[in-house]
């Protein structure tokens, strides 16, 4: 599993966008018991929060201490540094393991061999993502040519998971048909800006230039921006249960 966070963490849980609540509303529908979650490569904790809400417990994991020093707290959510792909968690445990805007840096057929050990006979699994997000066409212009053209070579080739929506990576399990769900935010530009700081590619971008691109671009994108605007991302799942 690849750790693309640990170095901006705090801007990580900052500024990321959070997910519908339709999403979880579905997801949520097909379960029988609530008595165990794991939230693999939980990050900030942003999926581990909602799903405390709903489950006597929640084990969530992720390969970055310092995510996790970020991560919201619960007195039902138990944090621990381990990769996806081999944990020390209990067989049969959960009825729902979700991993979020993660699959992509998973080895998918090792994390699918702890997900059947770990998981109740009926338990489901649930991938989700996001991908790039629109604002209006004037925004959008500079923003695409910042994504393709400034950051574009330094993304990871896992990237292209995203962009298919995760459909060309392996799942073993009886996939229910999912409907289409979106994050709508409202940002300013320093929000927005604060975005585009978060990703890998952003990150992978100043550490081999040695300066922040992201000024930039937002001196394009800050002139067009009236006070808050809404910001719209695409979200695509793919749920199963494991039998």
């Known amino acids: ?43 900030n904790g942003q999926v581990a929060r909602v799903l405390a809400t709903q489950f006597e417990n929640v084990f969530a994991t992720d390969i970055s201490r310092q995510q996790l020093e970020h991560a919201y707290k619960a007195d039902n959510i138990v944090y621990s540094v381990q990769p996806a792909e081999k944990t020390d968690l209990p067989d049969k445990t959960f009825d729902l393991i979700t ?14 061999s702890e997900v059947i050990r770990t998981a109740k006979p009926g338990a489901w699994l649930a991938v989700w993502g996001y991908s790039h997000c629109t604002v209006n ?10 994504y393709n053209e400034t950051v574009g070579p330094y993304w990871d080739g896992a990237r292209k998971l995203v962009e298919d929506h995760y459909r060309s990576i392996p799942f073993p399990f009886d996939e229910v048909k999912s409907p ?13 800006a604060g975005y585009l700081g978060t990703w890998s590619a952003t990150q992978k971008f100043i550490k081999e230039k040695g300066y922040d691109p992201v000024p930039e671009v937002m001196e394009k994108i800050s002139p067009l921006w009236k ?6 991302f695409p979200v695509f799942l793919r749920m199963g249960e494991i039998v």
């Open 1 to 43: 599993m690849k750790d693309y966070f640990s170095g901006h963490s705090k801007q990580y849980a900052a500024f990321r966008p959070t997910y519908p609540d339709e999403l979880y509303r579905f997801i949520f529908g097909h379960l029988k018991t609530f008595d165990a979650a794991w939230d693999c490569a939980t990050g």
């Open 99 to 112: 991993v979020a805007q993660a699959l992509h840096w998973i080895d998918a057929n090792a994390f699918y």
């Open 137 to 146: 066409p004037e925004v959008d212009f500079h923003f695409l040519k910042f």
């Open 180 to 192: 289409a769900f979106s994050i709508k935010a409202s940002w300013t530009a320093k929000e927005f």
């Open 227 to 232: 006070d808050k605007l809404p910001v719209t």
